[in-house]
């Protein structure tokens, strides 16, 4: 099953946050996160490296690696989450707790061998998503420019276009498919697409 990135549309977001944003101010102010988000992501390399080990030799992934993994998908959920402004409600410094922004996976079952042994033969994984690793560039850039338009949109409208939401939301959906196949979450390969539909 592939992992999803759960968000709801911001409702009357802060024009004082939304400001903070323009400056960069709102970066600075997520820069604790976004540190631990680099960390987990370095970590989450290491063990998902050890998890292809178990997955080909045994046929399963520990339950351990899957949990380090989540925390780091669902850390970095909410941290954009916040930085997008779906929320202006700060993430909590917590591994489990609820938030408006997320994302949902199920432990894998029945891992792929044969994906596993790309996993540990680390250029194979990262060739075989080579297109979509080069599409999330641009298409993350474009999140980017597309949420510091939004910022403007807010400080002087007060709302957040949903067109902006959705696309944005689009690309975080499909960066965390990429990255779950990375890691052995899933072993469905990723679709080009920013399917991301908002929780109700």
Not at 77 to 98: K, S, V
Not at 176 to 191: C, H, M, Q, W
Request: charge should be neutral; proline fraction near 8%; charged fraction near 10%.
């Amino acid at each position: 099953m592939q992992p999803t990135f759960v968000y709801r549309h911001a409702v009357n977001p802060g024009k004082g946050l939304a400001v903070s944003g323009i400056f960069l101010i709102k970066a600075v102010l997520a820069l604790p996160h976004l540190i631990v988000v680099g960390v987990l992501a370095n970590v989450s390399v290491v063990v998902a490296y050890i998890g292809f080990w178990f997955a080909a030799i045994k046929g399963e992934m520990p339950t351990g690696v899957y949990q380090l993994i989540e925390i780091h998908f669902r850390w970095t959920a909410r941290t954009y989450g916040w930085l997008i402004g779906y929320t202006d409600l700060y993430p909590p410094f917590e591994t489990q707790p609820q938030y408006p922004t997320d994302a949902r996976m199920e432990p894998p079952t029945n891992p792929n061998k044969n994906w596993a042994i790309a996993g540990i033969i680390l250029p194979v994984k990262v060739l075989a998503l080579l297109p979509h690793l080069v599409a999330l560039v641009f298409v993350t850039l474009a999140a980017v420019l597309a949420t510091w338009f939004g910022y403007f949109a807010v400080a002087f409208t007060g709302a957040l276009p949903v067109g902006i939401q959705d696309f944005v939301a689009g690309v975080g959906q499909w960066n965390l498919r990429v990255y779950a196949f990375l890691f052995g979450i899933t072993d469905e390969y990723p679709k080009f697409s920013f399917d991301a539909t908002p929780a109700a």
